[in-house]
Structures are given as structure tokens and as C-alpha cells.
């Protein structure tokens, strides 16, 4: 037992499954597959990702000795705008220790009992007291989490290419020196993992892939339902006129025909680069490539660089939702952490009525777009929830648009200028975004 809370009028144990039991550990992966009317997977699948669990926090409730809510959560990190997004200095990328929240469910028998808030306030408590910023998740429903002061701090964009209409491009694909040569995955595990959390450094809001996100991106954990006759995967590499590997990408093709010709569509598993003129090099590779007339991206971000690179803008479509949302642990960490893009001064008052987060801070702003955050008892210029925090330490939502729909109180006339003026970026997006 971790630790108690009332719920429901009883007290509620919030316990851990014994990870050294695979039949333990199944019993709770299942209780979270039932929830979500996914497949429960194999024992193999389980015993694959259990030396990586076995660093996490697994928690959960249980009734009659069956697991009715099921939590899990991780140390990581989340990336923050560093130099290279506000100007300052390209070799500058800063991340905030974040605890990353995943597997959160509860039996549709034992809902409205606590039991949710009895495990996230565990997850919180525990993430403030050892030294995480932020704690932060994908929604599965977005209603949920904004009453435990979640907030959106980054988005995520599915991208539809229809390549007929995409082969006039705004730049040349021969814009960067050197060359693209096919790999296997194994070639592909060697440099991609440095080269992927170079590129989500410059990425607002993004988290890296930790070693199971990389067996799963490469298909060596299958998934539950995975085809054994898979379609086949291309993977590529850009090498710059030294050799050294810039880029890479990993391409499934579905095979399709119509009236008598080729449709096939290419579905982008995992493209990423350190330089948009790569970027632009494997994404022209990725719609030059024979028999297809449709390319799908999952998980990119708003800012991917595929967006701009057709001449005409219609060729590519993008589906834009939520993507991280940020549980703020540590207000002042947070904002002195990020560089700024601009020098200002503004007092900001956060108000969280149930957490670590609220209090009055002093924002002051230097020509290099460091911060100091100090407490202060002067008056605020602006009044903001918890939840907008992430908007601010982001930079990547218009915080205008976010005050017009009631989400910021401005006190001081140009309080919600200045801050844009100091928060905002326009990162250009060369990788995808990671879920977990």
C-alpha cells in the first residue's frame, strides 16, 4: 500500500502490482485493455515491456481482490522554447523534468467514486515532492483533466498529401548537399534515437521516446492486432557530404488499385530531421516514390515543415487537436526555465485553488530572453488559472485568443500584448510528435 484516500465514503488503497508476477502484472494491463475495449495483447507483448515498467510507478485500485483503476506514470522530460526558437542562440534547448502520466482508467462499475482523484492527487504529490515541473498526458477525452488544472501546451496534427497536387514544390529537392541511402531498422536504432531528441528539443511541449517507444515505432513489441502479413516499410537516411546522418524516415505502402491503376498510399511512420532543407529532401523521397497517390502522417505537429513545402497549399490536409497537456507542479521553475523573445516586465498572478501552482510572481525579462521569476505582493497585470500556464511557458497557442474567450483577465491595459510579445515562438516543426 502507497498511500490513502476517502473515497466514497471508505477509504481507498492505492496499491502497486507485483511486477516480478507476469500473471500480476497481466491482471492489471488487462483491467486497463477491458476499459478501453482494446485487445489485452500477449504474454510475450507484456514480458517485452516489464523491464521498462519496472522503472515506473504502476498503481491502481482494487475490489474483491479485482483491479478497478489502474494508474501509471514516469520520470521524463518536456521541452520548454530554448535560444534556438527566440533568437538568442541555436545551440540552446531546454527541457523541465516532467512526470509523464499514461494508463489512467476506471472500471465503468466503480466510476464517480474518487477513485480517479484519489490516484491523481498520488501522481502529483509524489511528481511535486521529487522534483518534477510538470506532469503531462495525452487525453483521451479532453473533458477530464482540466479539473485537475491540465492544460493544452502543445498540439498534434494529422497530415493527408495528395501527391498529384503536391509535385510543384516551393523549394527544390536538392537543396541539401549529400544523399539519401535505403537501411534496415537496426541501421535505423543506431542514429535515430540521438537524432529524434535533438529535433523534439525544438518542439515546445514535446517529450522524447524512451527505448519501448522505439520498439514499437519499429514493430519489434507487435501490437496486438498487428498483421503478420504486414505491407512493406521502407527506411531511409539523408547523409550529409561528411557522412555523418542527418535525417531519416520510415515508410510503410499499402497496396491499392483503381480502375486499372496503382493508388497505393504511403503512411509515414516516423520522419525526422535537424535541417528543413533534409526535412524537405526525405519528404520530396516520401512523394516521389512510385505508385503512390496518397501519403498519411500521424502525430506531426501544426508547424510540420510539409505543410509549406507544396505550391499549392491544398495538397495538404491537416487534422489539428490537442496533443500534451501540462499539470504545472512548479510555477516559477517553469517560467524561468524558458527563454523569452523579447525583454518586459509584467506581474502575473496564477490561481490554483487545489494545487502547488498559485501564487504572484514578478516576471522580468532581459535582453537575452532570460527570466527572473520572484514572488511579489504588488498588484497583477494579469490574472490567469492554472491551466493557461502551459499556453505561456509553450509560447505556441495565441494568448490574445485565449484572453478573448475568457481565459486570461488582463488588469493592466497591453498586459496581454506584452505577454505575447515576450512568450510567443514559431517553431518549425522536423519531427513527430511522441505519445506514451
Given at each position: 500500500?502507497?498511500?490513502?484516500?476517502?473515497t466514497?465514503?471508505?477509504?481507498?488503497?492505492?496499491l502497486?502490482?507485483?511486477l516480478d508476477?507476469?500473471?500480476?502484472?497481466?491482471s492489471w494491463?488487462?483491467?486497463?485493455?477491458?476499459?478501453?475495449?482494446?485487445?489485452r495483447?500477449?504474454?510475450?507483448?507484456?514480458?517485452?515491456?516489464?523491464?521498462?515498467?519496472?522503472?515506473?510507478?504502476l498503481?491502481?485500485?482494487?475490489?474483491?481482490?479485482?483491479?478497478?483503476?489502474?494508474?501509471?506514470?514516469?520520470r521524463?522530460?518536456?521541452?520548454?522554447?530554448?535560444?534556438?526558437?527566440?533568437?538568442?542562440?541555436?545551440?540552446?534547448?531546454?527541457?523541465?523534468?516532467?512526470?509523464?502520466?499514461?494508463?489512467?482508467?476506471?472500471s465503468?462499475?466503480?466510476?464517480?467514486?474518487?477513485?480517479?482523484?484519489?490516484?491523481?492527487?498520488?501522481?502529483?504529490?509524489?511528481?511535486?515532492?521529487?522534483?518534477?515541473?510538470?506532469?503531462?498526458?495525452?487525453?483521451?477525452?479532453?473533458?477530464?483533466?482540466?479539473?485537475?488544472?491540465?492544460g493544452?501546451?502543445?498540439?498534434?496534427?494529422?497530415?493527408?498529401?495528395?501527391?498529384?497536387?503536391?509535385?510543384?514544390?516551393?523549394?527544390?529537392?536538392?537543396?541539401?548537399?549529400?544523399?539519401?541511402?535505403?537501411?534496415?531498422?537496426?541501421?535505423?536504432?543506431?542514429?535515430?534515437?540521438?537524432?529524434?531528441?535533438?529535433?523534439?528539443?525544438?518542439?515546445?511541449?514535446?517529450?522524447?521516446?524512451?527505448?519501448?517507444?522505439?520498439?514499437r515505432?519499429?514493430?519489434r513489441?507487435?501490437?496486438?492486432e498487428?498483421?503478420?502479413a504486414?505491407?512493406?516499410?521502407?527506411?531511409?537516411v539523408?547523409?550529409?557530404?561528411?557522412g555523418?546522418?542527418?535525417?531519416?524516415?520510415?515508410?510503410?505502402?499499402?497496396?491499392?488499385?483503381?480502375?486499372?491503376?496503382?493508388?497505393?498510399?504511403?503512411?509515414?511512420?516516423?520522419?525526422?530531421?535537424?535541417?528543413p532543407?533534409?526535412?524537405?529532401?526525405?519528404?520530396?523521397?516520401?512523394?516521389?516514390?512510385d505508385l503512390?497517390?496518397?501519403?498519411?502522417?500521424?502525430?506531426?505537429s501544426?508547424?510540420?515543415?510539409?505543410?509549406?513545402?507544396?505550391?499549392?497549399?491544398?495538397?495538404?490536409?491537416?487534422?489539428?487537436?490537442d496533443?500534451?497537456?501540462?499539470?504545472?507542479?512548479?510555477?516559477?521553475?517553469?517560467?524561468?526555465?524558458?527563454r523569452?523573445?523579447?525583454?518586459?516586465?509584467?506581474?502575473?498572478?496564477?490561481?490554483?485553488?487545489?494545487?502547488?501552482?498559485?501564487?504572484?510572481?514578478?516576471?522580468?525579462v532581459?535582453?537575452?530572453?532570460?527570466?527572473?521569476?520572484?514572488?511579489?505582493?504588488?498588484?497583477?497585470?494579469?490574472?490567469?488559472?492554472?491551466?493557461?500556464?502551459?499556453?505561456?511557458?509553450?509560447?505556441?497557442?495565441?494568448?490574445?485568443?485565449?484572453?478573448?474567450?475568457?481565459?486570461?483577465?488582463?488588469?493592466?491595459?497591453?498586459?496581454?500584448?506584452?505577454l505575447?510579445?515576450?512568450?510567443?515562438?514559431?517553431?518549425?516543426?522536423?519531427?513527430?510528435?511522441?505519445?506514451?
Amino acid at each position: 500500500m502507497t498511500n490513502q484516500h476517502a473515497t466514497d465514503q471508505r477509504a481507498t488503497a492505492i496499491l502497486s502490482p507485483d511486477l516480478d508476477d507476469v500473471d500480476a502484472a497481466r491482471s492489471w494491463r488487462d483491467s486497463f485493455a477491458d476499459v478501453f475495449g482494446v485487445s489485452r495483447g500477449t504474454r510475450a507483448e507484456l514480458e517485452a515491456v516489464l523491464p521498462t515498467w519496472r522503472g515506473q510507478r504502476l498503481t491502481g485500485v482494487q475490489d474483491g481482490g479485482r483491479w478497478v483503476a489502474t494508474f501509471r506514470s514516469w520520470r521524463g522530460s518536456s521541452t520548454v522554447p530554448g535560444g534556438a526558437l527566440t533568437g538568442h542562440d541555436p545551440l540552446d534547448a531546454r527541457s523541465v523534468p516532467s512526470e509523464l502520466v499514461s494508463t489512467v482508467s476506471v472500471s465503468p462499475t466503480h466510476r464517480r467514486r474518487g477513485l480517479l482523484t484519489a490516484l491523481m492527487r498520488d501522481c502529483l504529490d509524489h511528481a511535486r515532492a521529487t522534483g518534477a515541473v510538470v506532469a503531462t498526458l495525452f487525453a483521451s477525452e479532453s473533458a477530464i483533466y482540466g479539473r485537475y488544472g491540465y492544460g493544452v501546451a502543445s498540439e498534434v496534427a494529422d497530415l493527408t498529401v495528395a501527391v498529384p497536387q503536391a509535385r510543384s514544390w516551393s523549394v527544390a529537392s536538392t537543396a541539401a548537399p549529400g544523399r539519401l541511402r535505403l537501411v534496415e531498422d537496426d541501421d535505423l536504432l543506431d542514429v535515430g534515437p540521438d537524432l529524434f531528441e535533438a529535433a523534439r528539443l525544438r518542439m515546445p511541449g514535446a517529450v522524447g521516446r524512451n527505448e519501448v517507444g522505439w520498439l514499437r515505432l519499429l514493430e519489434r513489441i507487435p501490437a496486438p492486432e498487428a498483421d503478420t502479413a504486414r505491407p512493406p516499410r521502407l527506411r531511409v537516411v539523408h547523409e550529409g557530404q561528411d557522412g555523418t546522418v542527418d535525417g531519416y524516415a520510415r515508410v510503410g505502402l499499402d497496396e491499392r488499385w483503381e480502375d486499372g491503376g496503382p493508388a497505393y498510399t504511403a503512411t509515414v511512420h516516423d520522419l525526422t530531421a535537424l535541417d528543413p532543407r533534409v526535412a524537405a529532401v526525405l519528404w520530396r523521397f516520401v512523394l516521389d516514390l512510385d505508385l503512390v497517390r496518397s501519403v498519411t502522417a500521424e502525430h506531426r505537429s501544426p508547424a510540420d515543415l510539409l505543410r509549406h513545402l507544396p505550391v499549392d497549399g491544398r495538397a495538404v490536409r491537416a487534422s489539428v487537436r490537442d496533443g500534451h497537456w501540462w499539470r504545472v507542479l512548479d510555477t516559477p521553475a517553469l517560467l524561468s526555465t524558458r527563454r523569452w523573445s523579447a525583454p518586459g516586465r509584467l506581474v502575473l498572478q496564477v490561481v490554483d485553488p487545489d494545487g502547488p501552482a498559485g501564487g504572484t510572481w514578478r516576471l522580468d525579462v532581459d535582453e537575452d530572453g532570460h527570466a527572473e521569476v520572484v514572488p511579489t505582493d504588488a498588484l497583477p497585470d494579469l490574472t490567469l488559472p492554472v491551466h493557461a500556464v502551459p499556453a505561456v511557458a509553450t509560447g505556441v497557442r495565441p494568448l490574445p485568443l485565449l484572453a478573448a474567450a475568457g481565459g486570461l483577465d488582463e488588469h493592466r491595459p497591453g498586459g496581454v500584448a506584452l505577454l505575447e510579445r515576450l512568450a510567443h515562438v514559431a517553431p518549425v516543426a522536423l519531427a513527430g510528435v511522441q505519445g506514451f
